[in-house]
C-alpha cells in the first residue's frame, strides 16, 4: 500500500473533511480564477484594441498653414517616416474618383451620386487599413497579394450591395472610364461681378468641349467586402444607424491607380491640356504602443512640408485605458488578497485537520515511514482534493468574472464617457480610434456628426471584452493555486513532522 | 544466546533550570531473542520513556542502544523503527479510517525487511494468529473492540518480521480475560517465534507470567530478573 493509495483512502473514507477542504478551495480558487482571468481579459482587450484599431497617426493638412500652393502627401515621404523605430506598421493609399461604365452606385443612406463614378482607394499592405480597422469585412474572394501589390496588377474589392445590385461577382470585370477634355475653345459668357472681376457663369459655344481620349480601364474583381453600418449619436441624443460611407468605395493597390493616372497624365501632357486630375494621398502610421505617439511626432516632423502635420488619436486611446487599467487594478488586488487568504485559510484548516492528522503522523512515523513519505501522503489528499476544486473553478471563476467584470468595466467605461462630455466635450470621448484612412482623407460625403461614427464606443470595447480561457490564463490559474494550496499545506506539516514520534504519541 | 538489544549506561532527564531532573540514570540491561521480559514500575518511575528510548521514538542524552551490538545511531532512528524493532502502544494507535487488514498492510508497506509476495494474505494469517477471523479484519478499526484493536496492533507490529517487539501498558484499556489473552500472544511471540519482547506495565499479573521481570524506580533498575509479587 504505497502512499498514494493511503492519500486516496483517507480522502474518500474521510468524505466530509474532504468535501469541506473542497468547498473552501473551490471558493478560493474561483476568487483567484476570476481575478486571473479579468485580469488577462483586460490586457487580452487592451491588446486587441491596439491590435485592431492601433494607435494611429495620420498626416493631415494644417489650413490655417497653407498659403500658397497646397502640400502634397508623397509615398517617398510616407516610406521614410514609416521606417521609424515607433512604428508598427504603416501605409498609404491613393484615392481617386472615376466612373465605371454600367456600374450603377448603391444609394446609401446619405449619399447617392447616381453618375455611376466610384472612390477608387488604394493601398500598400494585404490587409487593408478599413478591414483591420474593422469598418469592411472580406465576405467573399480575397485581398490583392503582395506580388498584385509590388506590379499593380488591375485587382479590385467592391462592397457586396454594389456586387448585388450590378450582378457583378469574384472574377468579374469592371472598367472605369476617364475622357480626357480640352475646354481651351468653349467661350463663357462673363458677368461683371461687385468690384473688379470677372466671372464665367455658362459656355456660350461651342456648348461641349473637344474630346481628346476617352480611357478605359480594366479591373478584375478579387473580393467582395461587407460595410459595417456606422452609429452615431445625433443632436437629439438618439443613436442613429446608417450605411457606411465605404459601400460605393472600390478597393485597389496603389500602383493601379498610379498607372491610370500616369497614362491620362501623359496624354494630357502630349495633348498640351490641364490633366485636372487631383489625387489624394492619405497615410496612416500604426505606432507600436500609445505611450510612442510624442515621441514619433518629434522625431518626424522634420519630414513634413509647411501645412502638413501629424494626428493622433492616443488621447482619446486613454479614455478607454483609463477605466480598463482600474478595472485590471481591482483583479489584481483581488487577486493578490485572496493569494494571501488562501495560504492563511487554507494554512489554519490543514492545520486544524492536522491536529487530527497528527495521530497518524505519529503512527507513521513509528513504523518507521520516512517524512518525505508522509509529506507526499498528505499533499496527495489535500492536492488531489485541489486539483479537482481548481479545475472546477477555472470554468466557474471564469464565468462568473465573464459576467462581474463586464458590468464593472461597462460602468466605468460609462463613467468615463460621463466625465469626459461633463469636462465640455461635445463629442463621444473615443475620438479617433478606428477613423480608416479614405474615410480621414475628406473626399467622401461626410454625415453630420461623421467624427463619431469612426469612434470607438463602450459598446465596441465591451464586444471586444472578453473572458476567455487561452493556455496561459489556465496554467496561471493552476499554478497560483495549486502553489497556494502547496505552500498552505507544507507549512503545518512540516511543522508537527520536526516533533520527535514520542512528544505525538505518548 | 547472544543479545538482541542492550543498553549502556543511559540518562534521560528534562533540564530545569540549572538542574537536571533525572527520569532515566545510568541504566544499563541486555535483553535476548525468545524471552518475554516485563518492566515493571510505578507511574512516574521512567518505564515509558525507557521503552521510548529503545523503540527509538526519543533519543536519550547519553548513553548507547545497541541492536546486534550496533549503536541504533549507526542503525538510523527511522531505519530502525522500520526494520528492527515493532511497537505496540496502550491506545492502539491504528489508523481509524482504515480496515485492521489495511492497518497491517501499511506497516508492511513501510518496512524493507523481505516479507512473503503476497503480502494481504500475509495480513490476514497474522491477523487470525492475534484472533482477528477476515469478516473482522475487513472492518475499519473503529468498530472493533478495544481487545480487537490490541490484536490488530500486535499483528501490525510483528508484520514486520522484525525480532524485537516492544508494548507500552499493552493491556492498559483492557479487562482481565482480554489481558489474559493478548499475553498469552506476547508468551507464543517469545516462545514460540523466537521474538525478543519487552512488556511495559505496572500489571503484576502480566509480570507474573514474564520470563524475566525488571523492576524500575525513580529511573533506576533494581534488576533481580525474578518476580516476587
Known sequence: MNVFKRGLISIVRRPGKSAILFILILVLS????GAISVKNALVNT?????????????????????????????PEMVETIGQSEYVKEYDYSTTYYMEARGVKNYYSDYYYDGNGSFTITGGRNTTLQ??????????????????????????????????????LSVGSSVTFLYTLYDYSDIVYRKYAAEG?????????????????????FEFKIIGIFSAKPMRYTDWNGNIVETDSPLLNTFYTVNKAINACINEIRKEAQAAGVPDNIYINTAAVFILKHPDYVELFESQNKQHLPKGLVFKNNAKSFESIRTPMANVEWIAEIVMWVAVGATVLIISLLVTLFLRDRRHEMGIYLALGARKGAIVTQILTEVLVVALIA??????????????????????????????????GRDVIPFSDIGISSSKSIGILPVPIEEEDTGRITTEDVMEMYKVRLDLKTV??????GMGSVLISTLVPIIYTLRLKPRQILM | MPNILSVRNLNYYYQDGDTRRFILRDVSYDFERGRFYVILGESGSGKTTFLSMIAALD?????????????????????????????????????????????????????????????????????????????KANRTVNKLSGGEQQRVAIARAVATDVDLILADEPTGNLDEETEAGIVEIFKSLAHDYNKCVIVVTHSSEIAAQADEVIRLKKGVFLNDGQFSG
Do not use: C, H
Open chain 1, 30 to 33: 474561483n476568487i483567484i480564477a
Open chain 1, 46 to 74: 487592451e491588446n486587441a484594441i491596439l491590435e485592431k484599431m492601433g494607435v494611429e497617426v495620420t498626416i493631415e493638412y494644417n489650413w490655417l498653414d497653407i498659403t500658397d500652393a497646397t502640400p502634397s502627401i508623397t
Open chain 1, 130 to 167: 478599413d478591414v483591420r480597422s474593422g469598418d469592411i469585412t472580406i465576405k467573399e474572394g480575397r485581398t490583392y497579394t503582395r506580388e498584385e501589390i509590388e506590379s499593380g496588377a488591375p485587382v479590385l474589392l467592391i462592397s457586396d450591395k454594389v456586387a448585388q445590385l450590378n450582378d
Open chain 1, 196 to 216: 473688379d472681376f470677372d466671372i464665367p457663369v455658362l459656355p456660350i459655344e461651342p456648348w461641349e468641349p473637344k474630346v481628346i481620349k476617352t480611357f478605359e
Open chain 1, 475 to 480: 496554467l496561471f490559474i493552476y499554478l497560483i
Open chain 1, 390 to 423: 481548481v479545475t472546477l473553478s477555472v470554468f466557474t471563476g471564469n464565468l462568473l468574472a465573464s459576467n462581474m467584470s463586464a458590468t464593472m468595466l461597462e460602468n466605468q467605461l460609462t463613467e468615463e464617457q460621463k466625465n469626459e462630455t461633463d469636462g
Open chain 2, 59 to 135: 533519543t536519550p542524552k547519553s548513553g548507547e542502544i545497541l541492536f546486534e551490538g550496533v549503536d541504533i545511531r549507526r542503525i538510523g532512528y527511522e531505519n530502525y523503527r522500520r526494520n528492527k524493532a515493532g511497537m505496540v502502544f496502550q491506545s492502539y494507535n491504528l489508523i481509524p479510517y482504515m480496515t485492521a487488514v489495511e492497518n497491517v498492510l501499511v506497516a508492511m508497506s513501510i518496512t524493507q525487511n523481505k516479507l512473503p509476495a503476497d503480502k494481504k494474505e500475509t495480513a490476514y494469517n497474522l491477523l487470525q494468529y492475534v484472533g482477528i477471523d477476515k469478516a
